[in-house]
C-alpha cells in the first residue's frame, strides 16, 4: 500500500479503504484480525519480567552521588583496600535492594490499577457488535460510536448523524466540530478534514459508524506523543525537585571542601575522597525518590480497598492539598435515581398524550444514554401505541434537546424532548387539556411560572412537542413551529446522611460547591435539603455578564452555580482555581473539560470514556463518603514522605556537618567512610515502612500544602540543635573520657544512630511523642536497627568496620547524651510547629 494513502486517507473513498484494508460493512473477520495482528505486530510485546526489574534494580544506583561511590569504592579496590570495598559495596548493595523491593511493589499496584480502567469500544466484526479492549482495534476495525466515546484510532467516517467532535487537544478549537462522510481534497487543512476522526479526540453528540485506518503510532496522536512527549509535574512534585537542587547543592559544597581541607591535611587521597563521598551521601536525601513513590502506591492501594482507582499516581499529593470540592448534584448529593413525578400538560393537568410522546421519544433513541430515558423507557407501558422509528436528531449540548421520527398508526409524528427553555423556543402552538391546538404565545408566561413552580417545590422539568410531517428527510431543521405538549416531572431526591458527609468534609476543611444544569428553584430545593438555609445561587445567564475580575469574587460566596451551559463549568472551576485548590467530580461529556481545568479531576467507573480518560481518579461508586476517604489517605500519604524529608534536614543534616567540622580539628576521622555508609543504612531503613506509619488527626484536618521556607527553617533549627549534642558527643569523648580513634569511632557511630533512630518518633508527630502511636512496621524496623546499632561493635567483624567494643562507662555516656537530645528534641518540635505552623 503506497505510503501516501495512509497519511493522506480523507483523499479516497470508503470502498477504495475497505479494499486495500480487505474489510467490508461487516467489519473484519476474526481470522482477518489475528493475520493482520501477527502480520504487523501492531500490540507491543511485553517484556519480560526479568529484564523489567533488572532495570528498575539498576536505577537505584543511578545518581550521581552513587555512582561516584561506586567508582571510588572500585578504584580502592584497585589499590589493595579489599575489606574496605567489601563492606561498602554490601551497604550499597543492600540499600539498592531494599529500595528495589519496594518500588517493585509499588509498580505491581500501577499495573493492577491500570488493569481496572481500561478504555473499551464497540467494533463491528463479521457483522455482530462486540466491545474489545481499544488497545486491540486494528486498521479494517468498523467502530461503533456514540457521544462520550474516546476515539481509540484515525478513522475515516462511514456514516453519521448530527456528529459533533471535540477536536480541541489537536486543533485548539473549543468548540465541537461537525463531522460527515465524503471525500476531501488532499490539501485540506487539520481542522477542515470532517469526514475524519482522530485518536485522543471524543464523540460530543450524535452517533457515527468509521472505519479504523491508523492506529498506535501511526495515528496523529501517537505522532505527536512520540516526538514531543509531555509530562505535567504536580506542585508536590515541583517542591521535592526544588528542595533536592537546593540540597544537593549544600551537599556537593560541603563535600568538596572537606575533601580539599583534608587533603590540604595530607590525609590520604583514597580515604579522604570516600570520607567525603560518604558524607554526601549520608546528607543527600538519595531515598526520597523511592519513599515518594512507596508511600504514593500504599496510598493507591489503600484508595482502591476504599473503591477509589488511582489514574495518575503522582496526583495523590494533589488530592491531600484539595480544600474545595466542585460536583454536580445528581448521584453525588441526590440518589441519581429518577423517579417520574407525572405528565403534565403546560397548564398542571395530567396528559397520557404527554406520557406517550414522551415513551416513544425515550425508547428510539439510540445516541446519548441518560437515567432520564431509563425510567421513561422502564415505566409501565399501559395501553402505549405501537410506533416505527424512522429516524432521529440526536441529543447534543447545544440543542439541549434529542428529536424522534416515528409512525403511529395513520401519523407521522416527529417529537421533541429537552430542556424546557429550549423547547419553549421551537413551538408556536400549545396542545390544551380538552385536545385543541392553539397559538402558544398567550401562554407563554404561564408555561414559564408553572416551570417555576415545579422548580420550588423540587421537581426537575423537561418539556415534550410535537408536529405531524411530510418530509422524508430527517434533520434539525424540522425543530421549528411545534406544538407543545406538556411537562414530564421528575425528583431526583436528597440521599440519606449526606448532611453528614458534608459535616465530614468540613471537619476536613474541604469546601462544597455544586454546578448544575439544573433551573435556580430546583438548585435552591436541593441546597436547603442539604443544609444551606439562604443558599447563594449565581446562574449561566448571570456568568455570561459577569467579568473575569467580578467573577473571582462571587464564586467564592456562592454556593450553588445553576443553569450552567456545559462550557461555562471550565470558567468557575478556572476562578475558583484563584482562591482554592479545586477538585471536580463529573461523568458526562459535559463535564470533560472542567475535569481537565480542575487541580485533580475525579470521576466514576460508568461515565463517558473521555470523562475517565481526563480524570486522575476514578470512583468505583458515585459517593461522597468514597471522596473524603481519599483526601484523608492522601494527607496521610503527604504527611507521611514529609517525615522523611524533615529527618533529612534536620537530625541527619546537623549529624553529617557535625562530623564534617570534626574531622577539621581531629588527628584523625571522626567516622570511617564505610561507617558513614553505615549510619546511613540503618537509619534509612525503617523509612522504607513510612508508608504504614500512623498519622495524627491534627495532622488531616487541613490541607498538606508544600512549604519550602518552613522545610529550611526547619533545617535551621533542628540542624543547629543536631549539632550541639553532636559537639557534646565529641567534647565527651575525646576531652572527658579521652578515647583513642577506634573507640571515639564506635562512640560517635552508635550514637548518632541510636539519635537518629529515636528522632524518628519525635518528629513524625507535631504533638508530644508519647501522645502518638506510630505504625507497627515502622516500630519494628527502627528496633531491629537499634538492636543491631548495639550488636555491631561486639560482633566477630567489628574491626574491619572500624568498630570495637564499648565500655560501659562511655555506653551510659552516649545514651545519656541520647535521653536528654530525645527530650529538648520533643520540646523544640513542639514550639516550632505551634510558632511556624498553627494548626
Given at each position: 500500500m503506497?505510503?501516501?494513502?495512509?497519511?493522506n486517507?480523507?483523499?479516497?473513498?470508503?470502498?477504495?479503504?475497505?479494499?486495500?484494508?480487505?474489510?467490508?460493512?461487516n467489519?473484519?473477520?476474526?481470522?482477518?484480525?489475528?493475520?493482520?495482528?501477527?502480520?504487523?505486530?501492531?500490540?507491543p510485546?511485553?517484556?519480560?519480567?526479568?529484564?523489567?526489574?533488572?532495570?528498575?534494580?539498576?536505577?537505584?544506583?543511578?545518581s550521581?552521588?552513587?555512582?561516584?561511590?561506586?567508582?571510588?569504592?572500585i578504584?580502592?579496590g584497585?589499590?589493595?583496600?579489599?575489606?574496605?570495598?567489601?563492606i561498602?559495596?554490601?551497604?550499597?548493595?543492600?540499600t539498592?535492594?531494599?529500595?528495589?523491593?519496594?518500588e517493585?511493589?509499588?509498580?505491581?499496584?500501577?499495573?493492577?490499577?491500570?488493569?481496572?480502567i481500561?478504555?473499551?469500544?464497540?467494533?463491528?466484526?463479521?457483522?455482530?457488535?462486540?466491545?474489545?479492549?481499544?488497545s486491540?482495534?486494528?486498521?479494517?476495525?468498523i467502530?461503533?460510536?456514540?457521544?462520550?466515546?474516546?476515539?481509540?484510532?484515525?478513522?475515516?467516517?462511514?456514516?453519521?448523524d448530527?456528529?459533533?467532535?471535540?477536536?480541541?487537544?489537536?486543533t485548539?478549537?473549543?468548540?465541537?466540530?461537525?463531522?460527515?462522510?465524503?471525500?476531501?481534497p488532499?490539501?485540506t487543512e487539520?481542522?477542515?478534514?470532517?469526514?475524519?476522526?482522530?485518536?485522543?479526540?471524543?464523540?460530543?453528540?450524535?452517533?457515527?459508524?468509521?472505519?479504523?485506518?491508523?492506529?498506535?503510532?501511526?495515528?496523529l496522536?501517537?505522532q505527536?506523543?512520540?516526538?514531543?512527549?509531555?509530562?505535567?509535574?504536580?506542585?508536590?512534585?515541583?517542591?521535592?525537585?526544588?528542595?533536592?537542587?537546593?540540597?544537593?547543592?549544600?551537599?556537593?559544597?560541603?563535600?568538596?571542601f572537606?575533601l580539599?581541607?583534608?587533603?590540604?591535611?595530607h590525609?590520604?587521597i583514597?580515604?579522604?575522597?570516600?570520607?567525603?563521598?560518604?558524607?554526601?551521601?549520608?546528607?543527600?536525601?538519595?531515598?526520597?525518590?523511592?519513599?515518594?513513590?512507596?508511600?504514593?502506591?500504599?496510598?493507591?492501594?489503600?484508595?482502591?480497598?476504599?473503591?477509589?482507582?488511582?489514574?495518575?499516581?503522582?496526583?495523590?499529593?494533589?488530592?491531600?492539598?484539595?480544600?474545595?470540592?466542585?460536583?454536580?448534584?445528581?448521584?453525588?448529593i441526590?440518589?441519581?435515581?429518577?423517579?417520574?413525578?407525572g405528565f403534565?400538560?403546560?397548564?398542571?393537568?395530567?396528559?397520557?398524550?404527554v406520557?406517550?410522546?414522551?415513551?416513544?421519544?425515550?425508547?428510539?433513541?439510540?445516541?446519548?444514554?441518560?437515567?432520564?430515558?431509563?425510567?421513561?423507557?422502564?415505566m409501565?407501558?399501559?395501553?402505549?401505541?405501537?410506533?416505527?422509528?424512522?429516524?432521529?436528531?440526536?441529543?447534543?449540548f447545544?440543542?439541549?434537546?434529542i428529536?424522534?421520527?416515528?409512525?403511529?398508526?395513520?401519523?407521522?409524528?416527529?417529537?421533541?424532548?429537552?430542556?424546557?427553555?429550549?423547547?419553549?423556543?421551537?413551538c408556536?402552538?400549545?396542545?390544551?387539556?380538552?385536545?385543541?391546538?392553539?397559538?402558544?404565545?398567550?401562554?407563554?408566561?404561564?408555561?414559564?411560572?408553572?416551570?417555576?413552580?415545579?422548580?420550588?417545590?423540587?421537581?426537575?422539568?423537561?418539556?415534550?412537542?410535537?408536529?405531524?410531517?411530510?418530509?422524508?428527510?430527517?434533520?434539525?431543521?424540522?425543530?421549528?413551529?411545534?406544538?407543545?405538549g406538556?411537562?414530564?416531572?421528575?425528583?431526583?431526591?436528597?440521599?440519606a446522611?449526606?448532611?453528614?458527609?458534608?459535616?465530614?468534609?468540613?471537619?476536613?476543611?474541604?469546601?462544597?460547591?455544586?454546578?448544575?444544569?439544573?433551573?435556580?428553584?430546583?438548585?435552591?430545593?436541593?441546597?436547603?435539603?442539604?443544609?444551606?438555609q439562604?443558599?447563594?445561587?449565581?446562574?449561566?445567564?448571570?456568568?455570561?455578564?459577569?467579568?473575569?475580575?467580578?467573577l473571582?469574587?462571587?464564586?467564592?460566596?456562592?454556593?450553588?452555580?445553576a443553569?450552567?451551559?456545559?462550557?461555562?463549568?471550565?470558567?468557575?472551576i478556572i476562578?475558583?482555581?484563584?482562591?482554592?485548590?479545586v477538585?471536580?467530580?463529573?461523568?458526562?461529556?459535559n463535564?470533560?473539560?472542567?475535569?481537565?481545568?480542575?487541580?485533580?479531576?475525579?470521576?466514576?467507573?460508568?461515565?463517558?470514556?473521555?470523562a475517565?480518560?481526563?480524570?486522575?481518579?476514578?470512583?468505583?461508586e458515585?459517593?461522597?463518603?468514597?471522596l473524603?476517604?481519599g483526601?484523608?489517605?492522601?494527607?496521610?500519604?503527604?504527611?507521611?514522605?514529609?517525615?522523611?524529608?524533615y529527618?533529612?534536614?534536620g537530625?541527619?543534616?546537623?549529624?553529617?556537618?557535625?562530623?564534617?567540622?570534626?574531622?577539621l580539628?581531629?588527628?584523625?576521622?571522626?567516622?570511617?567512610?564505610?561507617?558513614?555508609?553505615l549510619?546511613?543504612?540503618?537509619?534509612?531503613?525503617?523509612?522504607?515502612?513510612?508508608?504504614?506509619?500512623?498519622v495524627?488527626?491534627?495532622?488531616?484536618?487541613?490541607?498538606?500544602?508544600?512549604?519550602?521556607?518552613l522545610?529550611?527553617?526547619?533545617?535551621?533549627?533542628?540542624?543547629?540543635?543536631?549539632?550541639?549534642?553532636?559537639?557534646?558527643?565529641?567534647?565527651?569523648?575525646?576531652?572527658?573520657l579521652?578515647?583513642?580513634?577506634?573507640?571515639?569511632?564506635?562512640?560517635?557511630f552508635?550514637?548518632?544512630?541510636?539519635s537518629?533512630?529515636?528522632?524518628?518518633?519525635?518528629?513524625r508527630?507535631?504533638?508530644?511523642?508519647?501522645?502518638s502511636?506510630?505504625?507497627?512496621?515502622?516500630?519494628?524496623?527502627?528496633?531491629?536497627?537499634?538492636?543491631?546499632?548495639?550488636l555491631?561493635?561486639?560482633?566477630?567483624?567489628?574491626?574491619?568496620?572500624?568498630?570495637s567494643?564499648?565500655?560501659l562507662?562511655?555506653?551510659?555516656?552516649?545514651?545519656?547524651?541520647?535521653?536528654?537530645?530525645?527530650?529538648t528534641?520533643?520540646?523544640?518540635k513542639?514550639?516550632?510547629?505551634?510558632?511556624?505552623?498553627?494548626?
Amino acid at each position: 500500500m503506497p505510503a501516501k494513502d495512509e497519511n493522506n486517507f480523507w483523499e479516497y473513498d470508503t470502498n477504495h479503504w475497505f479494499g486495500v484494508l480487505n474489510s467490508s460493512a461487516n467489519g473484519l473477520t476474526q481470522a482477518a484480525v489475528n493475520r493482520i495482528v501477527q502480520a504487523k505486530g501492531l500490540h507491543p510485546v511485553r517484556n519480560s519480567s526479568f529484564k523489567k526489574y533488572f532495570f528498575l534494580f539498576l536505577s537505584q544506583f543511578k545518581s550521581p552521588l552513587m555512582l561516584l561511590l561506586i567508582g571510588a569504592v572500585i578504584l580502592s579496590g584497585l589499590l589493595g583496600d579489599t575489606s574496605d570495598v567489601i563492606i561498602i559495596l554490601f551497604i550499597v548493595v543492600s540499600t539498592g535492594l531494599l529500595s528495589f523491593y519496594q518500588e517493585r511493589n509499588a509498580g505491581k499496584v500501577v499495573e493492577k490499577l491500570q488493569s481496572l480502567i481500561s478504555i473499551k469500544s464497540t467494533v463491528l466484526r463479521e457483522g455482530v457488535q462486540q466491545e474489545i479492549i481499544a488497545s486491540n482495534i486494528v486498521s479494517g476495525d468498523i467502530l461503533i460510536l456514540n457521544a462520550g466515546d474516546l476515539l481509540p484510532a484515525d478513522c475515516l467516517l462511514l456514516s453519521s448523524d448530527e456528529l459533533y467532535a471535540n477536536e480541541a487537544s489537536l486543533t485548539g478549537e473549543s468548540f465541537p466540530t461537525r463531522k460527515e462522510p465524503g471525500v476531501l481534497p488532499v490539501q485540506t487543512e487539520l481542522a477542515n478534514r470532517s469526514n475524519c476522526l482522530w485518536e485522543g479526540t471524543n464523540i460530543v453528540s450524535g452517533n457515527a459508524t468509521a472505519l479504523v485506518i491508523q492506529t498506535g503510532e501511526s495515528t496523529l496522536y501517537g505522532q505527536l506523543t512520540k516526538s514531543a512527549a509531555r509530562s505535567f509535574e504536580t506542585k508536590f512534585e515541583k517542591g521535592i525537585r526544588d528542595f533536592g537542587f537546593f540540597l544537593m547543592k549544600i551537599t556537593v559544597t560541603l563535600a568538596l571542601f572537606i575533601l580539599l581541607v583534608n587533603l590540604l591535611n595530607h590525609k590520604g587521597i583514597i580515604e579522604s575522597a570516600l570520607f567525603a563521598l560518604a558524607l554526601a551521601v549520608g546528607m543527600a536525601p538519595e531515598l526520597l525518590p523511592a519513599i515518594t513513590t512507596i508511600a504514593m502506591s500504599a496510598g493507591a492501594k489503600k484508595l482502591l480497598a476504599k473503591k477509589v482507582i488511582v489514574k495518575k499516581l503522582n496526583s495523590i499529593q494533589n488530592l491531600g492539598e484539595v480544600n474545595l470540592l466542585c460536583t454536580d448534584k445528581t448521584g453525588t448529593i441526590t440518589e441519581g435515581k429518577i423517579n417520574l413525578a407525572g405528565f403534565t400538560d403546560g397548564l398542571g393537568n395530567e396528559s397520557a398524550w404527554v406520557k406517550q410522546l414522551a415513551y416513544w421519544n425515550a425508547s428510539m433513541e439510540s445516541g446519548y444514554s441518560n437515567p432520564i430515558d431509563e425510567a421513561i423507557k422502564n415505566m409501565e407501558s399501559l395501553n402505549f401505541l405501537p410506533a416505527i422509528k424512522m429516524g432521529e436528531v440526536p441529543y447534543d449540548f447545544i440543542r439541549k434537546r434529542i428529536s424522534i421520527a416515528v409512525t403511529a398508526g395513520s401519523e407521522t409524528l416527529f417529537i421533541s424532548k429537552g430542556a424546557c427553555s429550549e423547547i419553549f423556543r421551537i413551538c408556536s402552538a400549545i396542545r390544551l387539556a380538552d385536545d385543541s391546538i392553539v397559538d402558544i404565545d398567550p401562554y407563554r408566561k404561564l408555561l414559564e411560572e408553572k416551570m417555576q413552580e415545579h422548580g420550588a417545590n423540587g421537581l426537575r422539568t423537561i418539556a415534550v412537542s410535537y408536529k405531524n410531517f411530510q418530509t422524508e428527510t430527517i434533520s434539525k431543521e424540522l425543530e421549528v413551529n411545534m406544538i407543545f405538549g406538556g411537562f414530564i416531572l421528575m425528583q431526583d431526591p436528597v440521599k440519606a446522611g449526606i448532611s453528614e458527609i458534608i459535616a465530614q468534609l468540613k471537619q476536613l476543611s474541604v469546601e462544597l460547591k455544586i454546578i448544575t444544569g439544573d433551573s435556580r428553584n430546583v438548585a435552591a430545593s436541593i441546597g436547603r435539603g442539604i443544609g444551606i438555609q439562604e443558599p447563594v445561587i449565581m446562574t449561566g445567564k448571570e456568568l455570561f455578564t459577569t467579568s473575569p475580575e467580578a467573577l473571582k469574587l462571587l464564586v467564592r460566596k456562592t454556593h450553588i452555580f445553576a443553569e450552567v451551559e456545559p462550557q461555562q463549568k471550565e470558567r468557575i472551576i478556572i476562578a475558583l482555581k484563584q482562591t482554592y485548590t479545586v477538585a471536580y467530580l463529573g461523568d458526562g461529556i459535559n463535564d470533560v473539560s472542567a475535569i481537565n481545568a480542575a487541580d485533580v479531576g475525579i470521576s466514576v467507573e460508568n461515565a463517558v470514556d473521555a470523562a475517565r480518560e481526563a480524570a486522575d481518579f476514578v470512583l468505583l461508586e458515585k459517593d461522597l463518603a468514597v471522596l473524603a476517604d481519599g483526601i484523608k489517605e492522601g494527607r496521610k500519604t503527604f504527611a507521611n514522605t514529609l517525615k522523611y524529608l524533615y529527618i533529612s534536614t534536620g537530625a541527619t543534616f546537623g549529624n553529617m556537618c557535625s562530623v564534617a567540622a570534626a574531622s577539621l580539628v581531629l588527628p584523625f576521622l571522626p567516622m570511617l567512610p564505610k561507617q558513614i555508609l553505615l549510619t546511613n543504612f540503618l537509619t534509612d531503613f525503617p523509612f522504607l515502612a513510612v508508608s504504614t506509619d500512623n498519622v495524627d488527626k491534627q495532622q488531616l484536618v487541613s490541607p498538606g500544602k508544600w512549604d519550602l521556607k518552613l522545610i529550611r527553617k526547619y533545617m535551621i533549627v533542628f540542624g543547629i540543635h543536631s549539632s550541639i549534642f553532636d559537639l557534646i558527643t565529641f567534647g565527651t569523648l575525646y576531652y572527658f573520657l579521652k578515647v583513642k580513634e577506634a573507640e571515639f569511632q564506635t562512640g560517635w557511630f552508635v550514637e548518632s544512630v541510636i539519635s537518629e533512630l529515636c528522632i524518628v518518633f519525635i518528629i513524625r508527630t507535631h504533638q508530644h511523642f508519647f501522645k502518638s502511636r506510630p505504625g507497627k512496621y515502622l516500630f519494628i524496623f527502627s528496633a531491629l536497627a537499634l538492636l543491631g546499632t548495639i550488636l555491631f561493635p561486639y560482633l566477630p567483624f567489628a574491626a574491619e568496620i572500624g568498630l570495637s567494643p564499648i565500655p560501659l562507662l562511655n555506653l551510659s555516656a552516649m545514651l545519656s547524651i541520647v535521653v536528654v537530645y530525645i527530650l529538648t528534641a520533643d520540646l523544640l518540635k513542639v514550639w516550632f510547629f505551634k510558632r511556624f505552623q498553627p494548626v
